[in-house]
């Protein structure tokens, strides 16, 4: 672990980096056409393609300063320390003005995500009227009353089946009037009023999403935020802030917990992610709050702080579900105690509790502010419907065992049923490995190993959930300056590069310029984004069984058994 000293600082190097930052944001994008900006910042925003460009040199650029300082001479390292640690710092800032505003102002036309916002506040402020089926009806229903035409409005998604039905039917089947007070739904008029200035574009094609699919719990956060403000742009503006906010604290919680290098270094990570960008999602309302909760947990973990650790993963966990996968090393390391002692470690012991408790309270809790336990059957609903889904947008195991579709279509439940069983098969294998590997790491790491290969082989989740790659860079906190630790960081900033160079080659440059830009995005993510996935966290099962299980002395140290009749200290 790095040296302590300094590190009290942390905190304020995110600050100031925070404020700079949300007084660039407030001041120049107050409105929905933005203002004018400074002639330097101009320069900086030239395009999306130049945007993306940057971020992937920032990527390779670390890899070469990893790279060139693993082979000075120790001695060498030593004196050139603080100086590295300066770069990965410049690195890091530049990364985070990347992430979270010059490719939000050279790729979006607001920086309030207003298609994501409008599912989400909406969502959240009348889930009592709107439950998770009636958005795009009533907001059609809406449109008719105001008077504003939807232009090239032709059909709509039924949340219900996920089809798409004409939308004058979708209007004269609907009940919203049933759902509304005369009160609520002229502020309901109100506030989708303002999503249809904000940004005309979007629409009719965001009547053809699939809805909004915040957790009770979420739905209870947002809503008591939201019943403070008044909806208008500059309110939106300001609470996306919230996200970012999260996001830094996170950054400095990381610093402060690994120390300097694995700081910089996931901070770095998080930001040169091309699945995880801010684009999608970032702009909105707390929609990235479960990731700070997660990786915060981890840190507590760290500290040895089981019994908070186990709150932040539940919290986590109940705001976007998949998190709780992450719980998957510890459970495996008390399913080792109990069958070898019948008994668990109290730091387990803690975590489960406080975790089941945290868990229990908040699904009471979100019942108790919404519909009872009717708002989580509405919810496990759309669930169903939405989270097995094949789409261009998804990543996962699944998708390499069918990319040789990629070039032809975009692949889906149908091309899976061909190859389920060599899929099943693969996935037993890896889990199987993730598992003996995490058995003979800390728990940091096991926590991290095992939860990434339990998404990533089990699910298909949409991409900008792939922003937990970055905490594979936790994976290597202790052997961070280590040959082959540092080898294995290098190796996975690469890999982060080399989805925005496909994503140049593929979207941009058109290589492929017969396909549909839909096709094009698949070959992007279902394809390239995966195998990236698959590849590196293959690599990552090798290192760990070769150094954990056979303790070979070529990627690290050689595993000593202890003596006769000693007990060996086991780290947790």
Known sequence: MDRKHGREYTPLLYLALFILLATVILHYESTPKGRDKPSFLTRLITGCQQADAAVMYLAYATAVLLAAEACLPQEKRKRLRTAVYAVLALIAAASAFSYFYFEKAACSPTFVQVWDTYHYALGAKYAAELGYTRLYECTLLASKELDRRIPNLKYVRDLESYKLVDYKRALKETACSMYFTGERWAEFKDDVTLFFDARPPMWPDVLQDHGYHGTPVYTAIAGLILDVFSLSYLSLLALSLLDIAALFLMFAYVTKTFGWRTGFLFTILFCVNYPGRFLPIGGSLLRYLWMPLLVVGVCRIRGKKYASAGVLLACSSMLQVFPALFVGGVGLKAARD????????????????????????????????????????????????????????????????????????????????????????ATFILLALAAAASLRLDDVEATVLFGFALLFSLTVTV???????????????????????????????????????????????????????????????????????????????????????????????RRVEPPAGKTPLRRS
């Not at 109290?346 to 408790?357: L, S």
């Not at 009471?364 to 009717?374: D, F, N, R, T």
């Not at 440059?509 to 996935?533: G, H, K």
Request: aromatic share 18%; with cysteine.
């Open 338 to 425: 109990f069958v070898k002692k019948r008994a668990v470690h109290r730091d387990y012991i803690r975590f489960f509790t406080a975790f089941a408790a945290t868990s229990v309270i908040l699904l009471i809790a979100s019942a108790s502010l919404g519909h009872g336990l009717e708002s989580w059957s509405g919810f496990k609903k759309q669930m169903d419907l939405n989270a097995y889904r094949f789409s261009q947008h998804r990543i996962g195991f699944k998708y390499v065992f069918m990319s040789d579709l990629a070039p032809e279509r975009i692949m889906g439940s149908r091309d899976f049923e061909a190859v389920k069983p060599a899929y099943y098969a």
């Open 463 to 557: 991409t900008y959930y792939y922003a937990v790659a970055s905490m594979l860079a936790l994976l290597w906190h202790r052997r961070i300056k280590d040959t082959w630790g540092t080898a294995m960081v290098v190796l996975l900033v690469i890999f982060m590069g080399s989805i925005f160079t496909a994503s140049g080659i593929i979207l941009h440059e058109r290589v492929f310029s017969d396909n549909e830009w839909s096709l094009n995005q698949a070959l992007v993510y279902n394809v390239f984004s995966s195998w990236v996935f698959a590849a590196y966290l293959a690599a990552t099962l090798a290192f760990f069984l070769c150094q954990t299980v056979f303790g070979s002395p070529r990627l690290g140290v």
